[in-house]
């Protein structure tokens, strides 16, 4: 297996083009065959519903080279079960986990080449991608549906990997609205994030921080990441309608539980960020990014979470127990690793 000519420790997180993807399509009321395809396009009605009225979902998770030489993917069934629940929330056909399951361990298949080396500090993501390809005028659901995946190596979301980054709150713009779609993994919602974000961006920070849309009083996300605060020996994580449930999050919340803290996901008021020891964003892209600070440019306040500008202990904890169930170092007591062969 010829091995790609990249510099995997210096991979930035972003698109590199693979061998293959697969697909699969929805039509007269039935899934059909998983197909391969070499393409990296897609040809679609020019009124299909996802260009049109949103009906476009995704997700994302990551497989990796491991010590053993074996290759290991990440709580398949987790992304299986929030795409389908964000199916259901935006009127799309869903796709069985068994099959969901199938795409993901083929598609890496056909990549195996381009998973990078273990200890690189790189993975390979792979991203579903679900859109109504059915045409409509009218605003309505789709009858036709294709899931596509497709695969890349990428380095650390954050340069620097595990290091401490500084956010902002944005008061401009909101995320989601609080019973809108914020708890699906749509499109849209990264949409609206995309002028905070580059606010966020101009001014020096590493992303914005979001309140709650209604009252700007508590705490929603930090970007595209949920939001954890560590403090009394319990693991702290928001309440809220408009936050994307995430499976990093919950992972966490599982190893905090097994290293005996507590966990309270609860409404969390924006000046109770000035007790946290330790705080951090996560997702399937970072991982864990602890946060150094918080500024709130609007009422000159700054929340200092780390002292020494680096990840607190727990957080590392954290963190390298996450890293070494997904990399096979620990074992897998909860079940959350697929094996791809």
Not at 34 to 57: K, P, W
Not at 197 to 210: I, P, Q
Not at 282 to 297: E, F, H, R, Y
Request: glycine residues 10%.
């Amino acid at each position: 297996m010829q091995q790609p000519n990249i510099d995997w420790a210096n991979l930035p997180f972003g698109y590199l083009p693979t061998d293959y993807n697969v697909r699969c399509y929805y039509r007269n009321g039935a899934w059909g065959e998983i197909e391969t395809s070499s393409s990296e396009f897609i040809n679609i009605h020019m009124a299909a519903t996802c260009l049109h009225y949103g009906q476009e979902a995704f997700e994302g998770l990551k497989a990796y080279r491991c010590p053993d030489g074996k290759i290991r993917a990440f709580r398949i069934e987790e992304n299986a079960a929030r795409m389908q629940h964000t199916a259901q929330g935006i009127l799309m056909a869903e796709m069985p986990t068994d099959k969901f399951c199938e795409m993901v361990r083929r598609v890496i298949l056909l990549n195996e080449r381009f998973i990078p080396p273990y200890e690189t500090g790189a993975a390979l993501y792979i991203r579903p991608l679900l859109i109504g390809t059915g045409p409509q005028v009218g605003v309505r659901p789709a009858n036709e549906y294709l899931l596509l995946m497709f695969v890349t190596p990428v380095g650390p979301y954050f340069k620097g990997g595990f290091s401490t980054n500084n956010y902002v709150i944005v008061r401009e713009y909101d995320r989601a609205a609080p019973l809108g779609t914020g708890r699906f993994k749509v499109g849209g919602n990264y949409a609206a994030s995309l002028r905070a974000n580059k606010l966020a961006h101009d001014n020096g920070y590493a992303c914005e921080f979001y309140l709650d849309a209604k009252e700007k009083k508590y705490i929603d996300e930090c970007g595209a990441a949920n939001f954890f605060g560590i403090k009394d020996g319990k693991y702290i994580t928001p309440k809220s309608s408009s936050i994307l449930p995430s499976i990093t999050n919950k992972s966490l919340q599982q190893i905090a539980l097994d290293l005996g803290l507590q966990v309270e996901c609860r409404p969390i008021p924006e000046e109770e960020l000035a007790t946290f020891e330790e705080a951090g964003a996560c997702g399937t892209a970072a991982v864990i990014s602890p946060i150094g600070k918080i500024d709130d440019l609007e009422n000159g306040n700054s929340y200092v979470i780390s002292k020494d500008g680096k990840p607190g202990p727990v957080s590392t904890k954290l963190y390298n127990t996450l890293r070494n169930i997904q990399y096979g170092i620990e074992p897998d007591r909860h079940g959350w690793i697929t094996i791809i062969e």
